[in-house]
């Protein structure tokens, strides 16, 4: 059974900067598509970044020059680098994995984790 668990939630002014971590278990990590997503209060789920199994990654225009992600396959951990936080950034950011089974796409979610940018 997929399982996500994700670390480093926490409170930071703008400017700084924080590491998400979203350790998964339950398949073969290194095949799978990773993201992260987030959520403020009164709006939609929206991708923030993601990363293929060849680690090709994809950004959000918001955060693109701002935000990283990477992932290592040996610690099946995907992990998101917040730099130059702003106070818009302030969500629940929710770690995402999506596994191809027979050309059937699934995703699967992590429990989130709250990011709060102070100004």
């Known amino acids: 059974q997929e399982q996500l668990v994700e670390s480093g939630r926490g409170l930071v002014q703008a400017g700084g900067s924080l590491r998400l971590s979203c350790a998964a278990s339950?398949?073969?990590?290194?095949?799978?598509?990773m993201g992260w997503y987030r959520q403020a209060p009164g709006k939609q789920r929206e991708l923030v970044a993601a990363?293929?199994?060849?680690?090709?990654?994809n950004y959000a225009d918001s955060v693109k020059g701002r935000f990283t992600i990477s992932r290592d396959n040996i610690k099946n951990t995907v992990y998101l680098q917040m730099n130059s936080l702003k106070p818009e950034d302030t969500a629940v950011y929710y770690c995402?994995?999506?596994?191809?089974?027979?050309?059937?796409?699934?995703?699967?979610w992590g429990q989130g984790t709250q990011v709060t940018v102070s100004s």
């Open positions: 339950g398949s073969i990590f290194s095949i799978n598509a």
């Open positions: 990363i293929t199994s060849a680690g090709t990654t």
């Open positions: 995402n994995q999506r596994t191809v089974v027979a050309g059937d796409e699934y995703d699967y």
